[in-house]
């Protein structure tokens, strides 16, 4: 048996529940933007590059961003990441204490624009260039990202990821 459902069917009136008056207190709560729908204490973003060929001034070079972390190859570190390859930032920890993960990653995307031609080539040199997001939070909500940050991030070809971290509210 096949069952079509129209909106006349389905209407909220007809279910007995009124869109709007169970979406007003969401509304009113998160409303005010100085009261985001979510629980975060820290949040920021970071344009990682790395290379084992191309030294960090060369990428701040072609890139022409002054980065925010520099580390050279250090063939006798004991850590492999540092023995392994060069490693350049530019951070967004110091630059904002918003705790909306978008306008973070907006910061390093304005940063990039106009610079289509930088990424490319620094792909092209075989560097590895990413998003990485902290993110650190007392309750339910998550980073979250919508479709004309996702275009950015597409059109510049970089991936985002997040390091989650909930804090222990019983403790």
Not at 45 to 50: A, F, K, P, Q, V
Not at 62 to 77: A, F, H, K, M
Not at 101 to 118: A, F, R, S, T
């Amino acid at each position: 048996m096949c069952l079509k459902l129209t909106s006349q069917l389905c209407s909220p009136s007809k279910l007995g529940w009124d869109a709007q008056t169970a979406r007003a207190p969401y509304l009113k709560r998160y409303a005010d933007k100085s009261n985001p729908p979510m629980a975060c204490n820290l949040t920021y973003s970071t344009l990682r590059i790395s290379s084992v060929e191309m030294s960090p001034d060369k990428i701040t070079e072609v890139i022409g961003i002054s980065p925010t972390l520099i580390r050279r190859i250090e063939p006798d570190s004991k850590y492999r990441h540092r023995r392994e390859f060069n490693y350049w930032a530019f951070s967004t920890k110091e630059l904002s204490n918003s705790t909306d993960n978008k306008e973070h990653i907006d910061i390093i995307l304005n940063k990039l624009y106009g610079k289509q031609e930088q990424m490319d080539s620094l792909v092209k040199l075989k560097c590895s260039v990413d998003i990485f997001c902290f993110w650190n939070s007392t309750g339910q909500g998550g980073p979250s990202m919508d479709v004309n940050l996702m275009r950015k991030l597409v059109q510049f070809g970089l991936n985002i990821s997040w390091d989650i971290y909930f804090d222990d509210e019983s403790a």
